[in-house]
Every structure is written in structure tokens, then in C-alpha cells.
């Protein structure tokens, strides 16, 4: 069995699956290999999968597929999994560190000392009793609304498929769930259903302008939608980890608006995270080998 490496992974992980197979990390080798692993950057698109006439499972390390043609692959007899729960440390810390910076003016405050501004008549505002609405309840949100609840914050959420839970408070609709929301944070899965789904219409339901937290997938937020939305004041401050490709075009709105934070898809990109990944993706292949599927 031939296991291609394809983005990057910890490196202990090839020695790792040494026992299983034989591995490489030469993407020229993509037509002989049995098995794929992949990270955000390689897309597995209809083209790349007929490359590869002998593959029988490609495994994402993270969480979104949508850089994967699923029912393709599924069409070709080739299993295709993700790494659900690996990552969900990682991503709900910095979701939680990018809500916490924002009304602490971390960034502000620093920029401002760099330049020789002492900027202490700027106020900074608590979490402790705010309420933070939550798109999706699950790894990653249910990760994130632990963290709220021990700041003293009140959790509500909205999840289409998800109807109760004892970390949230569910609503029935996304406009329900914004209404009394001082933070937003994004952890959905990009569908027809989700793309844009965060506009000008769901914003105008908010009682006050929001803080947004997106280190789900951009496309669920309509971005001329949002630096409309920044300019009139109608949500506070906009943060996200996730662009519609990476690096984004330089004419990504987002780029040039006022009252952003923008960090470049790191969300699931700590020492600890790829070793987590590492030992989920492992664990798969083990389990589809021992159970004949590869």
C-alpha cells in the first residue's frame, strides 16, 4: 500500500504509518497511491482524483472537506474522512483569544504604545455577563461555549440539526439567535444552505452591533455585505481566520475594511493540534486496514 503525504503534517507521522505501508511525500507518485492525506491546500477536485486510478481513501486533516469532491470520490468507490475532533482545541482557543483581544483593544493599546501613544483614556469592556451567540454546536463551538461559560457569559446558539444542549441556550432561527448577541461566533460548515448566510438581513435583527468571530468558512458571511455593515456601525468589529482562498485575492473586501483582526488560517495550526491530527488520521487508516476497506 502506497500512502501519500501531500501537505504538511507532523513529521512523526510518516514514521508512523511506515508500519502500515509504504510512504511518500512525491505528489509525481499520485497515480500509484492507495491512500492520500491532505491538509487545506491540496484540492481534490474530479481532476486530481482520476489521477489517481488506484486510491481507496483520502483523509483531510482538519475539519471542512469542501477542498474534496466528495461525491465524486464516493462515485469511485474511494472513502473519504476527516479529522473532526483533532482540531477543535486548537480552533476554539483562538476563537475565545480573537474574542478576547477585541474589547481589550490588545492591538490598539500596543500599536499605540509602538508609536509613543499612552492610550489609557481608551476603554476596554468585559466578557463577564455578555452573551455570545453561536453558529453550530459542535467540536469546536461546544469547545468555545465551555470557555464562555467559565468568563461568566451567556451562551445561546443556533444549530438547524442540533436541538438542544446543555452548553446553550438553542434558538429556533438565526434571527432569534442574534437578537441580544454582543459576540458572534461562526463555526459553520459552507453549504448552499450557509453560504452568505451572514448578510445585512440577519445583521439587522441584532439589538446592538456585535462583535463577529469567523474561524469557520468565509463564504457564510456576505463580505460586501460586512464592510457595509463596519462603515455604518452595525457590527462593531469583524475577526476572522478564514479567507475564500488562502492568501485571499488582494481585492478581498474584507482586506481594506476599518475595525477588522485577520490572522491567516491558523486556527488549526498548533504544535499540539498536528499531533492530535496525526493520531486521528493514524487511527483511521489502522481501523479501515485491520477492517479490509484499504
Known amino acids: 500500500m502506497l500512502i501519500l503525504i501531500s501537505d504538511a503534517f507532523d513529521a512523526s507521522l510518516a514514521s508512523r504509518l511506515g508500519a502500515l505501508g509504504e510512504v511518500t511525500t512525491d505528489k509525481n507518485r499520485l497515480g ?4 492520500v492525506l491532505v491538509r487545506s491546500k491540496t484540492k481534490c477536485t474530479k481532476e486530481y482524483i482520476d ?9 483531510r486533516g482538519g475539519v471542512g472537506i469542501d477542498n474534496i469532491d466528495k461525491s465524486y470520490a464516493e462515485s ?10 483533532s482540531s477543535a482545541i486548537a480552533v476554539a482557543e483562538l476563537a475565545f483569544a480573537l474574542m478576547l ?10 500599536n499605540g504604545m509602538k508609536n509613543g501613544e499612552w492610550l489609557k483614556n481608551v476603554k476596554r469592556t ?11 454546536i459542535g467540536n469546536i ?29 438553542m434558538k429556533a432561527t438565526p434571527e432569534l439567535a442574534v437578537e441580544d448577541a454582543d459576540y458572534i461566533s461562526l463555526h459553520l460548515p459552507l453549504t448552499d444552505e450557509t453560504e452568505g448566510m451572514v448578510n445585512k438581513s440577519l445583521i439587522s435583527h441584532c439589538k446592538k452591533a456585535p462583535v463577529i468571530i469567523n474561524t469557520g468558512r468565509a463564504l457564510c458571511v456576505d463580505a460586501n455585505d460586512m464592510v457595509s455593515c463596519l462603515a455604518d456601525g452595525s457590527v462593531a468589529w469583524y475577526c476572522t481566520d478564514v479567507f475564500p482562498s488562502d492568501p485571499p485575492a488582494p481585492d478581498y473586501p474584507i482586506l ?9 488560517h491558523v486556527g488549526a495550526n498548533s504544535s499540539e493540534n498536528l499531533l492530535r491530527i496525526g493520531d486521528e488520521a493514524y487511527s483511521i487508516m489502522e481501523e479501515l486496514k485491520n477492517g479490509g476497506k484499504i
Open 32 to 35: 500509484e497511491a492507495n491512500v
Open 51 to 59: 489521477q489517481a486510478p488506484n486510491l481507496k481513501l483520502i483523509i
Open 76 to 85: 469511485k468507490g474511494i472513502i473519504v474522512r476527516n479529522t473532526p475532533k
Open 101 to 110: 483581544s477585541t474589547p481589550n483593544n490588545i492591538v490598539t493599546y500596543h
Open 126 to 136: 468585559e466578557l463577564f455577563g455578555k452573551t455570545l451567540c453561536l453558529f453550530g
Open 141 to 169: 463551538a461546544s469547545k468555545v461555549a465551555e470557555r464562555a461559560k467559565a468568563f461568566g457569559m451567556t451562551v445561546v446558539a443556533f444549530d438547524k440539526y442540533v436541538p438542544s444542549s446543555p452548553l446553550a441556550e
Open 256 to 264: 481594506k475594511a476599518d475595525h477588522v483582526t485577520l490572522t491567516p
